[in-house]
């Protein structure tokens, strides 16, 4: 799937997740966010921080933690699922045999590609190697929380963590785009 087709087939499937659809009838006491119904929760998560909910009208609430529950984590593994296929395109692209890719995991793709400073200075979104680094290692344990059903991302993880994730997995995402799309091909062996 090509960069633009991706983003459209993200950006559809997040409008899918509005706040109307985690919504309930109870009021919610405290410091409130005031949102339209049809705002998509991803588009919200940038505003969440220090809210204890969302106002969407019509007596209709969101509880702040449960906004971080299923539809966030259907959304945050589809990128994260994303960035470790263009991580795996980058080292097939590298000249890496399929043979010896399919034995790799993200930890590994991750350790492949920063371990190839040529491959990172492909890049401009990152300043540094030990930022893009660090937002991988970053991605890379909250992958954990998202593939694993527990309780843990809507009981643990507070709401500056997860808001700053969305930005790192979408910074990531242009990066390691970016690198795929000016690196030379090699040859299979």
Known sequence: MYQGEFEELFRKISKIFTLESVAKDKKIEGNLLKRPANESLWDTIDSI?????????NDKYVKAEH???KPIRILFFI???????????I???????IKELNEL?????IRELVDNE?????????????EFKEDLKAISSFRNLIVHTNRKLIEE???????KR???????LDAIQQISDRMPVKSNQ
């Open 49 to 57: 921080k220090g809210f204890d909910g969302i106002d969407i009208g």
């Open 67 to 69: 906004f971080f529950r």
């Open 79 to 89: 990128l994260i699922h994303e960035m470790e296929s263009r991580l795996y395109r």
């Open 91 to 97: 080292q097939r692209r590298n000249g890496k045999p």
């Open 105 to 109: 995991h993200i930890n590994d793709l």
């Open 118 to 130: 040529d491959i990172i200075k492909l890049q401009e979104i990152y300043s540094s190697r030990t």
């Open 157 to 163: 993880v507070d709401q500056e963590t997860i808001i």
């Open 166 to 172: 969305k930005k790192q997995v979408l910074k990531l």
